[in-house]
């Protein structure tokens, strides 16, 4: 029986394609740089590589019959030309809705995407794009200081946008990998609705049952605290995008309803299934 390959499968939609598709027995290889050191349901074939070192690609497409793709901070490496080499039938990459919405030359996100959306289609992979806007599991950078004090602390909380949760991506991608009906597909993928920062933070004291407090943050300490993980100008970008969507959020997409067949999960529900995370 032919392989699903699934690359950054430690990450949140990596892990959660995997585990979906291990729950419909298919057989899964799951490829990441500790790949052999984290737990995986059962009949999950883990295989430590990285898609900077090319020479630890070509033993994990091995009988592969299509591939899941991220783009790594350091680019998009050779995996779909060495995919394509390999006799892979199809490919899914995750990318992002910013390769449409911003300009590359000023956004470090778009830059990224559109470098492997290119590499994808000059490997002649048969491949689909998936182009999701905000995920839901950007909220757990929240989860230390609800864990430590109770509080969030954001900018521009009235800020509103439409946030994914990464079961809805990963149901998504499993599509798109068993099937060759859905290739040369690019599909803009969001939430189900737009959502505040601040009812996102309702639905996680919700979720966790107990009340939450809500500070805001200036735009130089939010810069300040964003300068530790990201560069300069991603920290800026992301502040002058969170000011636009507190007039202008992004809009919701039909795609996801369209192609599972049912509405995406809501964030309310995200925070039900991530309120471990924040200490419940």
Same mark, same amino acid.
């Given at each position: 029986?032919?392989?699903?390959? $699934?690359?950054?499968?430690?990450?949140?939609?990596?892990?959660? *394609?995997?585990? #979906?598709?291990?729950? @419909?027995?298919?057989?899964?290889?799951?490829?990441?740089?500790?790949?052999?050191?984290?737990?995986?349901?059962?009949?999950?074939?883990?295989?430590?590589?990285?898609?900077?070192?090319?020479?630890?690609?070509?033993?994990?497409?091995?009988?592969?019959?299509?591939?899941?793709?991220?783009?790594?901070?350091?680019?998009?490496?050779?995996?779909?030309?060495?995919?394509?080499?390999?006799?892979?039938?199809?490919?899914?990459?995750?990318?992002?809705?910013?390769?449409?919405?911003?300009?590359?030359?000023?956004?470090?996100?778009?830059?990224? #995407?559109?470098?492997?959306?290119?590499?994808?289609?000059?490997?002649?992979?048969?491949?689909?794009?998936?182009?999701?806007?905000?995920?839901?599991?950007?909220?757990?950078?929240?989860?230390?200081?609800?864990?430590?004090?109770?509080?969030?602390? =954001?900018?521009?909380?009235?800020?509103?946008?439409?946030?994914?949760?990464?079961?809805? =991506?990963?149901?998504?991608?499993?599509?798109?990998? $068993?099937?060759?009906?859905?290739?040369?597909?690019?599909?803009?993928?969001?939430?189900?609705? @737009?959502?505040?920062?601040?009812?996102?933070?309702?639905?996680?004291? *919700?979720?966790?049952?107990?009340?939450?407090?809500?500070?805001? *943050?200036?735009?130089?300490?939010?810069?300040?605290?964003?300068?530790?993980?990201?560069?300069? @100008?991603?920290?800026?970008? *992301?502040?002058?995008? =969170?000011?636009?969507?507190?007039?202008?959020?992004?809009?919701?997409?039909?795609?996801?309803? @369209?192609?599972?067949?049912?509405?995406?999960?809501?964030?309310?529900?995200?925070?039900?299934?991530h309120c471990a995370d924040f200490g419940r």
């Amino acid at each position: 029986m032919s392989v699903y390959l $699934v690359t950054g499968a430690t990450g949140r939609v990596g892990r959660a *394609l995997v585990a #979906h598709l291990a729950a @419909q027995g298919l057989p899964v290889r799951a490829f990441a740089r500790r790949a052999t050191e984290a737990a995986w349901p059962a009949g999950v074939e883990p295989v430590d590589g990285d898609l900077a070192r090319p020479e630890t690609l070509d033993p994990a497409l091995a009988g592969v019959e299509a591939v899941f793709l991220f783009t790594p901070l350091e680019g998009p490496g050779e995996l779909a030309a060495r995919a394509r080499l390999a006799g892979v039938q199809r490919g899914v990459l995750l990318s992002s809705i910013a390769t449409q919405k911003a300009d590359p030359r000023e956004n470090p996100i778009a830059a990224r #995407h559109l470098s492997a959306e290119r590499a994808l289609a000059a490997s002649g992979l048969p491949a689909v794009v998936l182009r999701p806007d905000t995920f839901a599991s950007n909220a757990l950078d929240w989860a230390p200081s609800v864990r430590q004090s109770g509080w969030v602390r =954001l900018a521009y909380p009235q800020s509103r946008r439409v946030p994914i949760h990464e079961q809805d =991506l990963a149901e998504v991608a499993a599509l798109a990998l $068993v099937s060759h009906a859905h290739v040369g597909q690019a599909w803009w993928l969001t939430g189900p609705r @737009q959502v505040s920062q601040v009812e996102q933070v309702e639905a996680i004291a *919700l979720a966790i049952g107990r009340p939450l407090q809500l500070g805001v *943050l200036s735009e130089d300490d939010a810069l300040a605290q964003w300068r530790a993980r990201m560069p300069e @100008q991603a920290a800026r970008r *992301l502040l002058d995008y =969170l000011r636009k969507c507190v007039d202008q959020p992004p809009a919701v997409s039909p795609q996801l309803a @369209q192609v599972l067949g049912r509405p995406g999960r809501d964030f309310s529900e995200w925070a039900q299934d991530h309120c471990a995370d924040f200490g419940r």
